[in-house]
């Protein structure tokens, strides 16, 4: 896993160091309003961050940010160019994340509860929040 001083690493470095397992980098036309999402509403931990890219940390796992701009010469441009809703089908997992302490700060905030906390038949209480962005997170745990 990695430690702290991430801060400090320049990306070329802070790519060497990344672990193995799966990676999540979500595209946003608001960085600032996801980023703020993430660590307000689901408790991430911030490493790096400005306009165009944010790297955090939640639940023992990494997830990047990139705005639109910081893809404007890439291949991939072309799939969410013109999407007004983003990660369409897709549900980001948090296990470990307490739904209950999220779903009551993403009200707090006017944010949108696609489901509220409730104990499900798959041994978790998880909640449905949509960020800025339109992607879905679930916090959760044991219930």
Known sequence: MLDDGLETL???AFGRRLPQGLGVNL?????PAETEFCVNVLGARLIRGDQHFA????????????????Y??????????????????????LYGVDPDQAEERARARDGV?????ADK???????????????????????
């Open 10 to 12: 320049e990306p070329e």
């Open 55 to 70: 790297t955090l940390t939640i639940a023992g796992s990494i997830f990047l940010l990139h705005s639109d701009w910081t």
């Open 72 to 93: 404007r010469d890439h291949e991939f441009r072309g799939v969410f160019e013109g999407e007004t809703l983003r990660g369409r089908g897709i549900e980001l997992r």
């Open 27 to 31: 595209l946003c036309r608001d960085l």
């Open 121 to 143: 038949p798959h041994g978790l209480r998880e909640c449905h929040l949509v960020d800025p962005e339109g992607y879905v997170w679930v916090p959760s745990v044991a219930a």
């Open 113 to 117: 509860v696609l489901a509220a906390s």
